[in-house]
Structures are given as C-alpha cells and as structure tokens.
C-alpha cells in the first residue's frame, strides 16, 4: 500500500490531463493535504500547463518549484552526458521534499516529445519504482482499431511487470465509440484478477483549442473582448483574404479567422456577422502584419453592443500565424469552467475512481474543506437525478450555471423564458444547453391547468380566475406551480429577482411542512476545515422565541441531511446566566424550547459567537457544554446580525457560503442573492436537488 499514484502514459497524445484531473477530483474529496509532482518540466520560469490547471483548481499550497523535479534543459544535458542516475536522484529528492508536506501525492508522468519519446516510458517507470508509487497506465485509442488497443496495452503490461512495477489499472482514452464494447470485453478476457480496465470514448470538444490558448501561444495583443470571451473554443482555422462574398459564404460555427489587420472590409462584414441571425458564428478574429489596428474600425466596434468575440492583433504575417495556431494542441486550462466540468462528467461517466483509489492507502482527517464538501454534494445529485426548473432562463449567470450543470450530468434542468431570446444568448456565449427544455411563460400548454390549480387554491383568498391566469405568465409562479405540481423537483431563482418575488408563490401554495410554522434560510458556510450551518441569514427579520425555536430545529435538521453533526448554538451578546434584557431572555427562552421538542439536539444557549466557536474561550466561559468551542449550527437573534454576520465571515475569511437554503417548505424552493456569481447558481441548484431527494 502507498501514499501516492503514478499516472503514465505510454506514448503521445493520450490525454492524460483528463486523467489527472478526474483522479485529483476524487482523491481530494478524501484528503486535505494533497500534492502533485511532475518529473521534469519544459521550463523552470513559466508554469507548466498541467501543474497550473491542478495547483490553480484545487488551491493547491506549493510554489512552483517543489511541484516538479527538473526542467527539460537540464535533463536533456544529463542525458547527453548518460548520467541517468544523476537524473533519477535529483527527481527523487525534490518528490520527497514535498512528500513530506502530504498526505498524498498524485504524480503525473512525462509528456512525450518526438527527440526523446524511446526513452520517456522507461523513464517513468523507474521514477514510479524509485518514489514507490502504482501505476495507472494510460493508452491512447486515437486511430488504432480494436486489435492495435489490445496489443498496446497487452505491451504495456509486459514492460510494467518486467520492472516489477505495480499497476493498479489501464485506461483506454480517446478510444472510437463503436469500438468501446468490444475493447472491454478484450481487454477482460486477458485480464488477471483485480486489474481493473476503464475505456473512455473520444469526446471531440475536448480535442479544440480555445481563444484563450491562442492568445498566450502568440503572445497576441487583445484589441477587444473580455476575459470571458478567452474560453470559447475553435472549431477551425480559416485564411480571410479572397473576395468578402467569398470569405462569408466559407464561415462556420466556431471558426477562428486569421486575417490581414488592413483588411477592413472583411473585419467589419465578420464582425456585423455576430449581431446578425443569418450567419454562424465565430469564435475570434486574429489580425496579422506589422501594421496597427484601423482606427475607423475599432470606432465602429465601441459604437456597437458588446459584441460576443476577441478579437487579437500579432506582427507576424498571415501565413506565419496560421502555422503557429495548428501547432497549439488543445488544453484543459483553469479559468474555462465550462470545459473542465465537461471533462470530469466525461471521467466519471466512464471511469470508477473509488475501486482504483481503494488499492492505495489514502486516510481521511477526518477535515472537510470546501473542495471535500462541494465533491460530496456533486456525488449525491448524481446519484438520484432531480429535475430543477430556473425561471430566470435569459439571464447570463443562469445560462452559464445550466451549461456546466448539464455537462456534469448533475441534474435535469428546465429553463422559463422565450426559447428564441435563450437560445440566441445561449449561442452567443457558445453555451452547450441543448438538453434543457424550455418553457415560454406566454407560449405554452400548461398556463390553463396551472391557472385552475392556482383559483383553487387561492379563491377564498378573493383570487379570481382572470388573475390567476395573468400571474401564471409571471415565472416566479409558474415555476413555482411546476414544482407543486410535481413537473419539477425543486426550483432555484434570484439571480434577477427580489427574494420576496421569488419565494412569495412558495409561501402561498407550497406551504410549510406539519409542525414547522415559520420557512426559514440557512447558509453553508465552507471554511477552510470544516462546514457551519448559519441561520437565519436572510427571511425573518425579527423572529420571536418560537420561531427562533423552530428556525434552530429546522437548521439542524438542515445539518444533519448535509452531513453535519449538529450542535446547536443560540446566539446572544452574553453567555450562559450572565446577561439580562428582553433580546437576551427572548433567547433564553427559545433555547428551552428547543430541548423541550428536540431533547435529543445538543443545544446551548445564551451563548456569545467567541464561546460557541473556540475551544479556549468555551474553557473559560463554558467548561462543562457539549457545545461550546465545538457548535456546528450558528442562531442569530435577527436578521440585522445574521445577514451582516455571515458577509463578513465570508469577506474576511474567504469562505465559501452556499445559500439561503429554505427551510421548511413542504418541497425545495431556493433563493439567490442578484449577486450571486455562476458558482453560487450551481452550488445552490445541486443542494436543492438534495433536499429534493429527500422529499421523494
């Protein structure tokens, strides 16, 4: 048993990226302090691709040089010389530096490069040997039928044991779909027992290049676009210098456009082209040659909507750039959030982490981080899929949110609003939302049907039937309606709406469930090694002792359905019998109501924030509590403390808050704040998908 992988490949373009990144993904569900190595790198001044995107998505606490063992120029001088042992021993002293910093290391072998590439297995394989780590082998599918995949990796296997180097695994990648089935069932015939085999199809998306790429590779000036924009990938790269009639009937969906910088007729028609619905659209537009951008042009794109493209400015001349652009091979990178949650639904839809990890020793803390948290939730989504409704379907954030949540196959989502409008913005942020149905509040057969169900509900309310038809046409409602009507598992908006506009239909029909008198919110706050629940932080300004009671109940009730212990901690401004006052005794009093209903809750209160949260105050204050120093449930007196409490938290310690989750209701209905980012949508539509499992 180790305390570390070997991930390898045996020959180019294998996309070993994906594998890392999916094995990292898991493996830091489990461990807190978690490494990655890379034997030798390019360069020692710029970061390596790969040791970027891992340090970068997981927060990785290492500087550069401890991440990897040497740089390709002094390893190609040691070669040159034969002094292969100087090489190993240098790798393998940098390896333990940061072993020794690790729970657990991931370790991603060399990429091969043509001048060395009949060296590079063999190299990997004794570096895995000398820090004693498994091997999952890595082989490419790309052009080889089924019998030329089976024998690679049958010579693969022979090499491995012929070093006596433990593998734990083989991973097909990049294999062609019709081929899949038949390569596993190849590949177990021949199989020992406990080797475990994974096949991953070719997912062409994952083979473009991004603007992004291009951008860095060239070194290009940016004359317009946004950081945004970078992301979008290239479907093909075309030469624009023939005649203009030409040059539009040749565009494609995602072309990039390498195009003399004097050539103004073309610029302007392909730039008119994004705005227009008859023609595909672009990903970028590169201008080349040693002349500076038209003036009058650049006038033009100011004056116009912010246009969905980037568009780029080198020295070099046409020819030249194109020929650089072919060269770039296509990366994960870190700042494309969209790919990345491709690439691991892509991973986990093929590839079962937890039986290869299970082989290496990898021992929990027993902390959990942001990343373990979010992982978990992920996990649980996926496992009994909910269908969630978003009626802000127009709106950017939610449209990003959509796209990523569908490519990890999290969730079955409906989108509110007109299908044109969410199509036309899902295609110009080149969004992938095709699995997502729409439904126009204004054109659509459920209005009449919900409207009745509305009346019926609300006639005694003095709700006439023509109202209730025009407030179905409101998404709010209609979205709502959805979910109680069973067409929806839960529903997640906000994003451009008040929190009373959202949650009014909820309180109105939904109802809160027996024995829960008041719908509350919690937050969950992710700090750097464990989760806190904070309630309430957002509905109830004022709430007296009862509904602070049921708040407390309903939070813990929250804690344990996220895998929190709960420890309930009443908050106050004095501890214990200490204080005195009207704010102080309405707590008081909701704390005995709390373990009155709930005898079973550890509960504490009065009780002061410092005390609740840190073992050497609740020494002083509050010895004998099985709550002091150690409360996972935080109860605000009001709304006034909550809300301001939680932001500042947030702010100043750099945790991660997923909220307001709604409390109470008999099915999930959840708010956002309008200034929620993309990844607050997404957190926030996989935990109502969890409440909603719990509801079936």
């Not at 290049?209 to 075309?238: P, W």
């Not at 969410?422 to 057969?445: C, H, Q, T, V």
């Not at 009065?606 to 409360?631: C, F, L, N, W």
């Not at 301001?644 to 997923?658: E, P, W």
Request: proline fraction near 3%; glycine fraction near 6%.
């Amino acid at each position: 048993m180790s305390k570390n992988l070997y991930i390898a490949a045996s020959e180019a373009e294998a996309g070993k990226s994906l594998i890392v990144l999916g094995m990292m993904n898991y493996i830091s569900r489990h461990v807190t302090k978690i490494g990655f190595f890379r034997p030798f790198v390019k360069l020692a001044e710029t970061w390596d691709d790969h040791i970027r995107l891992i340090h970068e998505r997981f927060h990785l606490d290492f500087k550069y040089e401890e991440m990897y063992g040497m740089c390709s120029e002094e390893m190609n001088r040691l070669i040159k010389e034969g002094d292969d042992d100087s090489i190993q021993t240098i790798i393998l002293n940098k390896y333990k530096n940061l072993e020794q910093k690790c729970d657990f290391v991931l370790i991603e072998g060399s990429d091969f490069k043509s001048h060395m590439s009949s060296y590079e297995f063999d190299f990997n394989i004794r570096v895995a040997n000398n820090v004693g780590s498994p091997v999952v082998a890595v082989i490419t599918g790309k052009n080889k039928n089924v019998a030329e995949v089976v024998n690679s990796v049958g010579l693969m296997k022979e090499m491995l044991s012929r070093e006596n180097c433990v593998q734990l695994g083989t991973i097909v990648n990049r294999a062609s779909r019709r081929d899949i089935t038949s390569i596993k069932s190849l590949l177990e015939k021949e199989s020992k027992d406990g080797e475990l085999n994974y096949v991953i199809p070719e997912l062409d998306i994952l083979q473009k290049i991004s603007i992004r790429q291009v951008f860095d590779r060239l070194e290009a000036e940016l004359l317009y676009g946004d950081d945004d924009h970078l992301n979008f990938l290239v479907s093909d790269i075309k030469i624009a210098a023939m005649e203009l009639e030409n040059v539009l009937k040749n565009i494609s969906e995602g072309d990039l456009i390498v195009t003399p910088a004097d050539r103004i007729d073309i610029l302007t028609a392909l730039s008119l082209t994004l705005i227009s619905g008859n023609f595909p659209k672009i990903s970028g537009l590169v201008l080349t040659g040693n002349i500076p951008a038209n003036n009058e042009y650049m006038l033009l794109l100011k004056g116009l909507q912010e246009l969905p493209i980037n568009i780029l400015k080198v020295a070099c001349d046409t020819f030249t750039t194109a020929m650089k652009i072919s060269k770039i091979h296509p990366e994960l990178m870190p700042e494309n959030e969209q790919r990345i949650a491709l690439a691991l639904g892509h991973f986990e839809d093929h590839v079962n982490s937890k039986l290869l990890t299970e082989k290496v020793t990898i021992e929990s803390s027993g902390v959990v981080t942001p990343l373990m948290f979010e992982y978990e939730l992920f996990e649980r989504a996926r496992k009994k899929r909910k269908h969630i409704v978003l009626p802000e379907g127009t709106d950017e954030r939610i449209l990003k949110a959509a796209d990523i949540l569908l490519r990890r196959n999290v969730v079955d989502i409906t989108l509110l609003g007109n299908e044109e409008e969410i199509l036309k913005k899902a295609s110009s942020f080149r969004l992938k939302i095709d699995k997502a149905g729409i439904i126009d509040p204004y054109d659509n057969d459920l209005t009449r049907e919900y409207a009745s169900t509305y009346y019926k509900l609300r006639k005694q309310k003095g709700i006439t039937k023509e109202t209730a038809f025009d407030l179905m046409h409101d998404v709010s409602y209609l979205g709502t309606m959805m979910v109680y009507k069973g067409h929806a598992d839960g529903m997640v908006s906000g994003a451009a709406h008040t929190t009373q506009h959202t949650i009014r239909p909820a309180f109105e029909f939904v109802k809160t469930k027996p024995g829960v008198s008041i719908v509350s919110s919690s937050f969950l706050m992710c700090m750097k090694d464990r989760v806190l629940v904070y309630a309430d932080c957002a509905v109830n300004p004022n709430p007296d002792s009862e509904q602070l009671a049921d708040i407390a109940i309903s939070s813990a009730v929250t804690a344990v359905k996220f895998g929190i212990e709960p420890r309930v901690a009443m908050l106050s401004y004095s501890t214990g019998d200490s204080g005195k006052g009207t704010d102080v005794e309405k707590v008081r009093k909701a704390t005995e109501i709390v373990r009155q209903r709930r005898p079973d809750l550890k509960t504490e209160g009065p009780i002061q924030y410092d005390a609740a949260i840190d073992i050497s105050v609740a020494r002083t204050k509050m010895p004998h509590s099985e709550v002091a120093g150690k409360a996972t449930i935080f109860i605000f007196p009001d709304l006034n403390t909550g809300n301001n409490t939680y932001k500042a938290v947030q702010r100043s310690s750099g945790a991660v808050a997923i909220g307001p989750v709604l409390q109470g209701l008999n099915k999930p209905v959840n708010d956002l704040s309008r200034g929620c980012l993309v990844k607050d949508i997404v957190n926030t539509v996989v935990i109502t998908a969890i409440q909603a499992q719990d509801e079936a």
